[in-house]
DNA sequence: TTGGGAATGCGGCATTTTGTCGCACCCCAT
DNA sequence: ATGGGGTGCGACAAAATGCCGCATTCCCAA
């Protein structure tokens, strides 16, 4: 799966979790690429504007900013970026804006630099299997929080107002892990 | 947001449900839209080739070819063609994949008639508000388990072990409600 | 710049809703 | 008849929720 073995290709690896950060920035580098971190979107961005990276691997919940934000500024700086969002609370919701908003794939973690650097090559094709099982109560109930949230812009109180349910038990559960994504 | 209504949008839905199909076609030509019903790619093909629909609700899932093809021929017969995916087995992948292909959302059944048309951002008739009020959690997880406990001929068991809850539960919430639905 | 209204992130309970077991039937195919 | 599901349902512990309150932080309009 030698997709790039020329010359290194720059890689921008953002994510708050900085042990997560070093063991993945280590695998990556590893496998060919030239890795710049960054712990926000923040500290982020001006890197990207220097020097827009080939590749980029972009976290999505992390303290500020959301990653999305992040999404859509490297997509603009350089359209030819190819663009992987990585998240632990995985929705549907948010993948449909993250590549909306330019993203070439949306994983789950955990992913490892495998599944990461496959992602990079992968090309959109109407051939892929569907799910033979019916999701599970609790991730159709994450999924359908998501969106609703997602359509709120995030306002966690409005979100909880317009589902009928208590602010705290909605923050309870989005601080939960999401059930297992439907494959 | 240029909100033009004054004639109606054509909408093309394909399902191979056909009572939902009638159900749901019937909530949107009642929204304003002209509805023109397919009940799988082969079909729709054809009808979207002679006249291109403004708007499009495609389910993935349905006997004979997966409609994410589809989703990319109405993309390249029409860019301008907003598209909604609808499912009952959602996943991130296919939702990431049918947005790349051209899909405008990615929704999971159950969905009703009012969260399609808020996905499409575009409001028929201004005179109706734009509610949208999202289903409460609640509604939504009856809905889908009489979907999956139809599926499986009104096995309690079986569904119970497919929606990963316990059976004991599911008799519960069966037992519990006669009287759902609160809009 | 400064209030004030709205959001947010918690820590506690009192209540409900679950997960789990067990048990008593029913079918039905072996 | 016998074993393997499936179905109801009671009981009780464990977990989730509803519902406070409070300290902060945001944001916007005066």
């Given at each position: 799966m030698n997709i790039l073995s020329a010359d290194s290709p720059s890689l921008l690896l953002v994510d708050d979790d900085q042990t997560f950060c070093t063991v993945l920035s280590r695998a990556l580098e590893k496998r060919g690429f030239i890795v710049t971190l960054a712990h926000s979107v923040e500290q982020a961005l001006p890197l990207a504007k220097v020097n827009p990276p080939e590749f980029a691997v972009v976290d999505l919940?992390?303290?500020?900013?959301?990653g999305l934000v992040l999404v859509q500024a490297l997509h603009e700086l350089d359209a030819a970026t190819r663009i992987v969002v990585l998240t632990g609370y995985a929705s549907i919701a948010t993948a449909v804006e993250a590549v909306k908003l330019g993203a070439t794939q949306y994983l789950a973690k955990p992913a490892n630099a495998d599944e990461i650097v496959a992602a990079f090559g992968h090309s959109p094709s109407p051939n892929l299997p569907l799910n033979a099982q019916p999701s599970s109560v609790d991730r159709l109930e994450w999924e359908h929080i998501q969106r609703v949230l997602q359509e709120q812009q995030g306002n966690i109180s409005a979100t909880a107002r317009l589902l009928n349910m208590h602010r705290r038990t909605l923050q309870r559960k989005l601080a939960k892990r999401p059930a297992p994504s439907p494959a």
């Open positions: 919940k992390m303290s500020g900013v959301s």
